[in-house]
């Protein structure tokens, strides 16, 4: 047989032709269907099933996704655009359905913000799955058919007609029960924050254009006036370590009333612990900033925080030496102005790995660090603490108290149990670094007037409302994302003229990350007029100048 005949008696592979229209509503049956399993979770529970309601809600946002999908297929961009909305929603439905996560704007903050070690514990073999079953198989079939594509202005008026209508159909189906949708999504802000892929597109545009924003952003002076007001009574200098939590929740803390044995070192300290502490955020990109600012919680924005000088700047105009020792994803602009160390870059072996350390890294160096202190000092530790999802990888054997842990980053692979004992044993391990410190600075005692205040970021969700992990927008937070421990110790030097008996009753009153801006300076003596009396906890409890 001739090749011409071999060639002839072979059929052609033919792709599938497709007209744009049609793929665009497949398109959207897709996304409105498959990657909104959320979505339609909170759909049936706040509207219930089966109801009129829920199908008119169908309906509508099929129609409203269709018109989009139709109005973007234009030609040479339509495969590009919807493999780009497929795989965007397929990511954005991994941690939507498995986590309980509403991508916000903050929320892409945060995942901008984080490193590269700390993002890798997310992209799990799990993760890896579900993009190629909800990513990219549906992306090769589009890439696999051949778009038809009606001639440009015959294509225009078919389109702006098939727009139009699927539009009237969203709009008559939402005035047919506008009363149920109103008030639903009035109730349930939730709802619409989890709308995919929509929301997290519209949040990753807005957090392009802030970005944009604050590039222009010139950092204002504050506290200028600061000044130390009378060296201690002792002349020795005044010592402060503020220690930044990292999702540590308040409600697995032993001081806090939970069951289990989580803080059985510090239970023997000195300390003053604050049962009724909220947090300004549910992520580390907002908490940190807003912590260290003069702005409160229902004041602080983003912007506000880059373009404001902060509470390590107010204690530098006053003389003060401040430092900032980093193990986390960064001082988010906090330490711009002072001496800095990031740990994950130093990579020590001893303590880390891929960059990721544990916080014994901080032990390691404190002791001389304070050996060294000549004069008032304020030294800040930005710990992982229990940082997620690979709690396992934040505590070493020693304090492999509370077994069996979850071993793994993929959470679906672990009980719920295992993953409590995993997160308590993180718990349990700051626990230690906190009364490691506590007990290095009262060594020194001779030496120095010591304080340690200790405060974490935010909490974190252990499967409670379905939720894990944390940066829930704060409006819909559960408890355990904005109920924060906060610990305070005074060495025998710090704390003359403080009344304990006043102190240990504002224990139990609510306090906030409101507090630190004004209890640190005031713990430092140091004057100012953006200090506010009212804001520092130990103010009304200083029965005369601190020494």
Request: aromatic share 8%; net charge negative.
């Amino acid at each position: 047989m001739s090749l011409e005949t071999l060639s002839t008696a072979t059929p052609r592979l033919t792709r599938p032709v497709i007209g744009s229209a049609a793929l665009s509503v497949i398109v959207a049956l897709y996304l409105v269907f498959v990657t909104n399993r959320t979505f339609w979770t909170k759909a049936v529970d706040y509207l219930g099933a089966p109801s009129f309601a829920l199908v008119l809600l169908g309906i509508g946002l099929f129609a409203l996704f269709s018109a989009i999908c139709v109005a973007v297929s234009v030609k040479y961009l339509t495969k590009p655009l919807f493999i780009l909305l497929i795989m965007s929603a397929a990511a954005a439905s991994r941690f939507m359905d498995h986590f309980g996560t509403i991508i916000d704007v903050e929320m892409i903050r945060n995942a901008a913000e984080t490193t590269g070690s700390e993002a890798g514990h997310l992209l799990t073999a799990g993760f890896l799955t579900h993009m190629a079953l909800f990513g990219v198989v549906p992306s090769a079939l589009i890439v696999m058919v051949r778009v038809q594509h009606q001639p440009f202005f015959q294509k225009f008026r078919w389109n702006l007609a098939l727009v139009l209508s699927l539009l009237a159909v969203f709009v008559s189906v939402s005035l047919a029960n506008v009363r149920t949708f109103a008030a639903t999504t009035r109730e349930h802000r939730d709802l619409v924050a989890v709308l995919n892929p929509v929301m997290p597109i519209v949040s990753a545009v807005r957090y392009v254009m802030a970005i944009g924003a604050e590039k222009d952003l010139v950092v204002q002076p504050l506290g200028t006036d600061a000044h130390v007001i009378a060296p201690t009574v002792s002349g020795k200098p005044r010592v402060t370590i503020i220690v930044a939590g990292e999702t540590a929740r308040a409600e697995d803390f032993a001081l806090d009333g939970y069951a289990r044995d989580t803080n059985p070192e510090l239970a023997r300290r000195d300390i003053r612990y604050f049962t009724d502490t909220s947090s300004c955020g549910t992520a580390t990109a907002v908490s940190l900033p807003c912590m260290f600012s003069v702005y409160t919680r229902s004041s602080y924005t983003h912007e506000k925080g880059l373009e404001t000088e902060n509470l390590l700047d107010v204690l530098t105009h006053a003389g003060i030496k401040a430092e900032w020792w980093d193990n986390n994803t960064g001082s988010k602009a906090i330490a711009n102005r002072i001496a800095y160390t990031s740990f994950s870059d130093i990579n020590d072996p001893r303590f880390c790995k891929n960059h990721e350390c544990q916080d014994d890294v901080h032990l390691d160096r404190l002791g001389a660090w304070l050996d060294a202190v000549k004069g008032n000092s304020v030294l800040v530790i930005h710990q992982i603490g229990s940082h997620g999802p690979a709690y396992f990888q934040r505590y070493p054997e020693a304090f492999r108290k509370f077994t069996p842990d979850c071993r793994t980053a993929e959470l679906g692979n672990c009980s719920r149990d295992e993953i409590v004992n995993a997160y308590d044993n993180t718990i349990l391990y700051t626990d230690h670094v906190l009364s490691t410190i506590i007990d290095m600075l009262k060594a020194r005692e001779d030496r120095m007037a010591g304080s340690m205040i200790y405060m974490s970021d935010h909490g974190e969700s252990l499967g409670e409302h379905g939720l894990y992990l944390h940066g829930a927008p704060y409006f819909i937070a559960p408890s355990q994302q904005t109920h924060v421990p906060f610990v305070l110790w005074q060495g025998r030097q710090a704390k003359v003229g403080i009344d304990d008996a006043c102190l240990a009753g504002k224990a139990g009153e609510p306090q906030s990350h409101d507090n630190l801006f004004h209890t640190v300076l005031g713990m430092m003596n140091v004057a100012t007029k953006v200090y506010d009396p009212a804001l520092d906890v130990l103010s009304s409890c200083r029965t005369r100048a601190a020494s």
